[in-house]
């Protein structure tokens, strides 16, 4: 999901959980998912990535796991959401209108919304959300890091004035996903508190999982299911198991080598999301060697992309183009496929005065399915071209605070999150998580001035053109992206399509498609 | 008769360790390196077929017990030989002291081994969490177990013999009581074998296994059960040989101790 | 077999005995490299950001000031909230209590029997049999509970599609009432127990069954199953009683294993997912509670059977 910053943490967990991995494939002669009795035909029960024991009742911290997120898109209402070509969708916020200065923005709210506890949802409440949330930056990521919510102010019941820091003309999309609304005022996160999303909490559930019953009287598409039971379960084999037998109808989420097995298998169907994750190569520009330009531009040309993504992802993806955010909307398209030149990195290699090799260690973990292996492959590949690469395997609990961030040469995560996001978080100079030391002036100044730019299409063109840069100049090396694979029951329908935020809305599912 | 068995069972159980710590030398083909298709059943050139990589799964079976075997023999001596020198210890003074020493070893049974060994590994290198666990674990078994075989010996006929002559307790408790039990403390030594080995599977499923590409026979445990419907050799095979390497020598400490007693 | 000095009698020698336990749980807790601030942060927070984090979740005052705040609340049965998800401990594990619960009894319904009887077995059973009985008895101890579940999974699940080799508790139920899914992970926890609890009783069996008037019973024809409840197993209900406690504590641990392996959100699952997250009260309280389950058993062992059966 585009929380890959919420995934990553959530590998805390799969990684302790991890392994787990019991199982085998179901027996050949599957038996078609069995389904609970008849009676509980209209709950459809979806096995998440998450971990129960982590389950969190505050929606502005840390999501850690996407169980949560799903959890959290269910009982609350966000301002938009992102649609499955990318662009930004209204849900409660109908309109987002700014100034000429790009600085002040007038967000209007619906005013069919209420609570589950009968009172109506005010631009109030949105703004109260979006200020908790500010005051929670250290647990998700300054996600309103580009607001002055001081300066912000309600205007009526249906609207609130957002002030911007600088020029801002990605507003719709930086309120997508993450911005629950909670009543103004709400202060105890212990328990659940009112929402107004197309389901609510019942008391039925526990450690194991959640059940929600459909809102008759949400504002928007009635959800066909009355019941949607939410588990969180760490291991991506024991989800995938879980469907298999019948005890779940949709397990977020699914080891590759599975989806493998299952082809073929009528009962249950795969659904793919294109390009939802990637393992970026991180080479930090202000460390030798990768401070010379000639050896990031050699490794990226030493990669043997196809064989990664067949070995790594079984295939379930495609090969990367060393863009970061290849699936955000602003990408470019049309850039040739870098592809494997080992004559070509031989010589940038000699000319960097590394003909005779280099000695490095390769960072990697276990936190995310492959993410080793790919390391072990990548370490085989530069081989070819005299950089001996030790892998070291760090555990996955700690990775993301101790290798993260601070080491020179690693394999870093994204899940497919939008470009501007990785800008805030990974391209920022001065943060502690600008993990490739990008600090080129001129292109800071470009993405402001992108930022600046009112025109849809001019701006997406500018933005291309900084991702384009980004690819060609910077520390990473992109080499594969590996589609979200999630098996469903036969007959299941409503999943959401798109990667990110989008796939955690999953009000339409039902059993009856 | 025991005796022959015990002898037997040494030897096999040696065998065993020889296997898992010379199995790298007999490997035809770099245990780390890709060559086949993910998840290919046994063929011609690759007897056990492949893994979920492409590795062939009879190389990493020969070379996955070298490390843990290694370990799980250094965990059991640290924590044979503190359990009997403790044990010793405590058991021939029957003090203040030794009861502390006893104290600690009940408050540490009383602990949930998997805690301790836990935050051990979070803290330490694997093998180094494994030592720590089976100490914390085993030795005060070892230690009840020496300390009341000492204790028992402190007033038998050739321990007040050696006495009366005017030997020191400690060159008694070295040349007499000792030997005496060697039976008693290789079983003991056996136990805390498959007891290190037992935790460093259990770690590994919680996620604290060794980097890859090693190979290790836990960790194929973990990394190939996804494939044991396409192939089962790559999971059953690397549990098979952790069963025998853990059954024989608890067959061998049973056999050390079954001499006096069972029928 | 010695002990801690006895003079106090068997609840204060509990609670010194849990006192001592609190005191390295904690300072274990303490030691763990990186803290949930950490966590929280996720590796993108500032170290402003982490600094507040750690004020808000009391991180930054002294060890001993901790220590006590936490044992004054386990006390007055306020052991804390969780770091993480800011839920009361209590209310996490009262959750799980039934699912490691469930599991827990189930291994030992099941394993003491199994543990009856093949210590029985091995010592009274049919003379060929013996030493085949034995042999299971002494290998199947040893066996890693991995191996175990990869056993029993490739062979009842992926073989013969018998049982789900995961397991997804209903929403809302006690775990009784899914017993079909119970079956591999209790197997996986009775299997080894059993083995290993019959490796202990063996001894204490022979020892009865070589007395006088167990000889006699047999030469009077009783029945194997008449002299066996009638004449052995009263004989070892101390010992057996240990034994009890022994197992207790291995499948405290062992639960944890299991419920990782099979998908289940008991006490163990939730145990070793807070020490990754560095949930500190989540572990200390979880921690001190097995050894609570761990020390009652032990001293009740104590109290009925003197003397020892050896391990």
Redesign the interface.
């Known amino acids: 999901m585009r929380s890959q910053?919420r995934r990553?943490?959530a590998a805390?967990?799969t990684?302790?959980?991890v392994l787990?991995g019991?199982?085998?494939?179901?027996?050949a002669?599957a038996?078609a998912p069995a389904g609970p009795p008849a009676a509980a035909n209209d709950t459809v029960?979806y096995?998440a990535p998450g971990?129960?024991?982590?389950?969190?009742?505050?929606p502005h911290?840390?999501l850690?796991g996407e169980s949560d997120m799903v959890r959290m898109a269910l009982t609350y209402d966000v301002l938009t959401v992102p649609g499955a070509d990318g662009s930004t969708r209204p849900r409660l916020a109908t309109e987002w209108r700014p100034d000429k200065t790009l600085t002040r923005w007038r967000i209007t709210v619906r005013d069919d919304a209420t609570f589950s506890d009968g009172r109506p949802v005010r631009a109030a409440d949105a703004l109260f959300s979006l200020r908790r949330m500010g005051e929670k930056?250290?647990?998700n990521?300054g996600r309103m890091a580009m607001f002055d919510l001081g300066a912000s102010k309600v205007i009526d019941d249906t609207a609130f004035e957002l002030v911007t820091r600088k020029p801002y003309a990605e507003v719709g999309r930086a309120l997508e996903g993450a911005t629950f609304v909670v009543p103004e005022g709400s202060d105890d996160?212990?328990e659940p508190v009112p929402g107004s999303g197309p389901f609510r909490p019942t008391?039925?559930?526990?450690?194991?999982?959640?059940?929600y019953e459909r809102n008759d009287d949400w504002w928007g598409p009635a959800p066909p299911s009355r019941f949607i039971?939410v588990?969180a379960?760490?291991?991506p084999?024991?989800r995938a198991?879980?469907l298999?037998?019948?005890?779940?109808d949709l397990a977020g989420g699914v080891p590759a080598t599975l989806a493998k097995q299952q082809e073929g298998n009528s009962a249950v169907r795969l659904l793919r999301r294109p390009g939802a994750t990637l393992y970026p190569l991180v080479m930090r520009m202000d460390t030798e060697p990768f401070d010379d330009h000639r050896v990031r531009e050699a490794v990226r040309l030493a990669l043997d992309r196809r064989q990664l993504l067949d070995t790594v992802f079984l295939g379930y993806g495609e090969i990367g183009n060393d863009l970061i955010t290849p699936k955000d909307a602003s990408s470019p398209r049309d850039l040739p496929q870098r592809t494997r030149d080992l004559g070509r990195a031989r010589k940038l290699m000699a000319d960097a005065g590394l003909a005779g090799g280099v000695d490095l260690t390769l960072h990697t973990t276990t936190a995310y399915p492959g993410m080793d292996s790919a390391a072990t492959l990548i370490s085989q590949q530069l081989a070819g071209i005299g950089i001996r690469a030790e892998v070291s395997l760090e555990p996955?609990?700690?990775y993301?605070?101790e290798i993260?961030?601070r080491k020179p040469f690693y394999l870093s995560y994204l899940g497919g999150i939008p470009f501007l996001d990785v800008v805030r978080?990974a391209l920022t100079p001065g943060?502690?998580?600008n993990e490739t030391a990008w600090k080129d002036p001129a292109w800071f100044a470009g993405l402001d001035e992108a930022l600046a730019e009112a025109d849809d299409a001019r701006r997406s063109s500018l933005l291309a053109d900084l991702q384009t840069e980004l690819r060609d100049q910077g520390g990473y090396a992109v080499w594969a992206l590996s589609d979200r694979l999630d098996l469903a029951r036969a007959g299941l329908s409503g999943v959401p399509e798109g990667i990110g935020f989008a796939s955690a809305f999953i009000d339409q599912v039902s059993l009856d498609g | 008769m025991r005796r022959r068995t015990a002898g037997a069972l040494a030897a096999w159980a040696g065998a065993a360790v020889l296997v898992a710590l010379g199995g790298r030398a007999l490997t035809g083909h770099d245990p780390a390196a890709v060559g086949a298709t993910p998840w290919a059943g046994p063929e011609p050139g690759l007897p056990l077929g492949a893994d979920g990589l492409g590795r062939d799964v009879l190389s990493r079976v020969l070379a996955g017990g070298q490390d843990l075997t290694l370990t799980a023999l250094a965990a059991a001596l640290t924590a044979s030989a503190l359990g009997v020198a403790g044990g010793l210890w405590a058991g021939w003074n029957?003090g203040r002291l030794?009861?502390a020493a006893?104290?600690t070893a009940?408050?540490l049974?009383?602990?949930?081994?998997?805690?301790?060994a836990?935050?051990a590994v979070?803290?330490l290198p694997g093998p180094a969490a494994v030592i720590a666990g089976t100490v914390l674990g085993g030795t005060p078994?070892t230690l009840?177990?020496v300390?009341?075989a000492t204790?028992g010996a402190r007033h038998a006929g050739y321990v007040e013999a050696a006495l009366a002559r005017g030997e020191r307790g400690a060159s008694v408790l070295m040349r007499e009581v000792l030997p005496a039990h060697a039976g008693i403390i290789g079983a003991d030594l056996a136990q805390r074998f498959?007891l290190s080995?037992?935790l460093a599977?259990?770690l590994?499923?919680?996620g604290f296994g060794p980097a890859p590409p090693a190979p290790d026979w836990?960790a194929m445990?973990?990394e190939n059960?996804p494939g044991?419907?396409l192939n089962?050799a790559a999971?059953?095979v690397p549990?098979l040989a952790?069963?025998v390497l853990?059954?024989s020598?608890?067959?061998l400490?049973?056999a050390l101790t079954s001499r006096d007693?069972?029928? | 077999?010695?002990?801690?000095?006895r003079p106090a009698g068997v609840p204060v020698r509990a609670a010194l005995?849990?006192a001592?336990?609190s005191v390295?749980?904690f300072l274990?807790?303490a030691?763990?490299?990186?803290d949930a601030a950490?966590?929280?942060?996720?590796?993108?927070?500032?170290?402003e950001?982490?600094a507040?984090?750690r004020a808000e979740q009391g991180l930054d005052r002294p060890l001993p000031v901790r220590y006590l705040d936490w044992l004054s609340g386990v006390l007055t049965g306020e052991p804390g909230?969780s770091l993480?998800?800011?839920?009361?401990v209590a209310e996490?594990v009262a959750?799980?209590a039934a699912?490691t619960l469930a599991l827990a009894v189930a291994a030992l319904a099941l394993g003491l029997p199994l543990t009856t009887a093949l210590a029985w077995a091995a010592?009274r059973g049919p003379r060929w049999a013996?030493p085949a009985v034995?042999?299971l008895i002494?290998?199947g101890?040893?066996?890693?509970?991995?191996?175990v579940?990869?056993?029993l999974?490739?062979w009842l699940?992926?073989?013969?599609?018998a049982f789900?080799?995961?397991?997804?508790?209903?929403?809302?139920e006690p775990p009784w009432h899914r017993p079909d899914?119970l079956v591999l992970p209790v197997l996986t926890l009775a299997l080894p127990t059993a083995a290993y609890g019959a490796?202990l009783l063996?001894?204490a069996i022979?020892d009865v069954v070589a007395q006088p008037y167990v000889r006699d019973a047999e030469l009077r024809g009783l029945s194997p199953v008449t002299v066996l409840f009638r004449y052995v197993l009263p004989m070892v209900a101390a010992p057996a009683t240990r034994l009890f406690a022994v197992l207790l504590?291995g499948l405290?641990?062992?639960t944890?294993?299991v419920e990782?392996?099979?998908?289940?959100?008991?006490l163990?699952?939730?145990?070793?997912?807070?020490?990754?997250?560095r949930?500190v009260p989540?572990v200390q309280n979880v921690?001190l509670l097995?050894?609570a389950v761990?020390?009652a058993g032990?001293l009740v062992a104590d109290a009925a059977a003197p003397e020892?059966v050896?391990?």
Do not use: K
Not at chain 1, 22 to 27: D, I, L, T
Not at chain 1, 51 to 58: F, G, I, L, Q
Not at chain 3, 141 to 147: D, G, H, I, S, T
Not at chain 3, 164 to 172: D, E, I, K, R
């Open positions: 910053f990553r943490t805390v967990v990684a302790v959980a787990a019991c199982a085998g494939n179901a027996p002669a038996p029960r096995a971990s129960p024991s982590n389950a969190v009742t505050d911290g840390l850690p930056a250290a647990e990521f996160f212990g008391a039925r559930g526990g450690a194991q999982a959640v059940v039971e588990r379960v760490p291991d084999q024991s198991q879980a298999l037998s019948g005890q779940v996955a609990d700690t993301f605070s993260y961030g978080v943060s502690p998580t | 029957r030794s009861r006893a104290a009940d408050l049974l009383a602990l949930p081994l998997l805690l301790l836990l935050l979070v803290a078994l009840r177990v300390a009341d204790a498959v080995v037992q599977v259990a590994n499923v919680l836990a445990l973990r059960l044991l419907g089962p999971t059953i549990a952790l069963a853990t059954g020598f608890a067959a400490s049973h007693g069972a029928p | 077999m010695f002990q801690l000095p005995l849990l001592a336990a390295v749980i274990c807790t030691a763990l490299p990186g950490d966590v929280l942060g996720g590796g993108r927070a500032t170290a950001e982490l507040r984090l909230v993480i998800t800011g839920r009361p996490l959750e799980r699912v010592v013996r034995n042999t002494v290998t101890a040893a066996l890693p509970q991995a191996v579940a990869a056993a999974v490739a699940s992926t073989a013969w599609g789900p080799p995961v397991s997804m508790l209903p929403a809302g899914l490796a063996r001894g022979a504590g405290v641990a062992g944890a294993v990782i392996l099979f998908g289940l959100a008991g163990g699952e939730l145990l070793v997912t807070a020490i990754s997250t949930d989540v921690a097995a050894a761990v020390v032990l020892a050896r391990s």
